[in-house]
T-cell receptor
């Protein structure tokens, strides 16, 4: 039981390049989330998916797109990376209307030059 | 808009001390409140979840309380150990936004041997 897994662990991009961050969970959760964590600002929600086939914007969605590929997988895409997107990105699953806890992946550290 | 504040931003204590971490939120209409632990370079681990109808939750040496009317929560750690050194994050789910966790920026705890 791996929980929430993320790939890659670390990535360096040049401004304007694109990339997709991958996330998978094996806990059969309906809800999945993408957060970014910046120094001194806590975690902020980028996008979430309440169930397979649905996605909604969070607090900071600009510059990102997401895909809920199936119940297990939720990917985050940066179409044209900017230095302001340098951050640590966390995927999570669980939570939802039942009010259960969210389970977090280990994070992806992204540096945009 | 819900805002979550954690004070202090950093705390250093000698081993064995009992300590309290504070969390405050601006909108008392919350669904639940969670405390997480984050080790350096790692993801978040859920410690305690308090539903809005509850006043406190306990797990081992940890006790979290919730006072919705005053918009406050505390995390009490008894008999602190060096292994407790980590960043502790408080997060709330606001009513009407059942899936969106709003995080505080955390308290970095160092327990000195």
């Amino acid at each position: 039981n791996a929980g929430v897994t993320q790939t890659p662990k670390f990535q360096v991009l040049k401004t304007g390049q694109s990339m997709t961050l991958q996330c998978a969970q094996d806990m059969n959760h309906n809800s999945m989330y993408w957060y970014r964590q910046d120094p001194g600002m806590g975690l902020r929600l980028i996008y979430y998916s309440a169930s397979e086939g649905t996605t909604d914007k969070g607090e900071v969605p600009n510059g990102y797109n997401v895909s809920r590929l199936n119940k297990r997988e939720f990917s985050l895409r940066l179409e044209s990376a900017a230095p302001s997107q340098t951050s640590v990105y966390f995927c999570a699953s669980g939570g939802g209307l039942a009010g259960e806890t969210q389970y977090f992946g280990p994070g992806t550290r992204l540096l945009v030059l | 808009k819900q805002e979550v504040t954690q004070i202090p931003a950093a705390l250093s204590v000698p081993e064995g001390e009992n300590l309290v971490l504070n969390c405050s939120f601006t909108d008392s209409a919350i669904y639940n409140l969670q405390w997480f632990r984050q080790d350096p370079g790692k993801g978040l681990t859920s410690l305690l979840l308090i539903q809005s109808s509850q006043r406190e939750q306990t797990s081992g040496r940890l006790n979290a309380s919730l006072d919705k009317s005053s918009g406050r929560s505390t995390l009490y750690i008894a008999a602190s150990q060096p292994g407790d050194s980590a960043t502790y994050l408080c997060a709330v789910i606001s009513s009407g936004s059942a899936r969106q966790l709003t995080f505080g920026s955390g308290t970095q705890l160092t327990v000195l041997p």
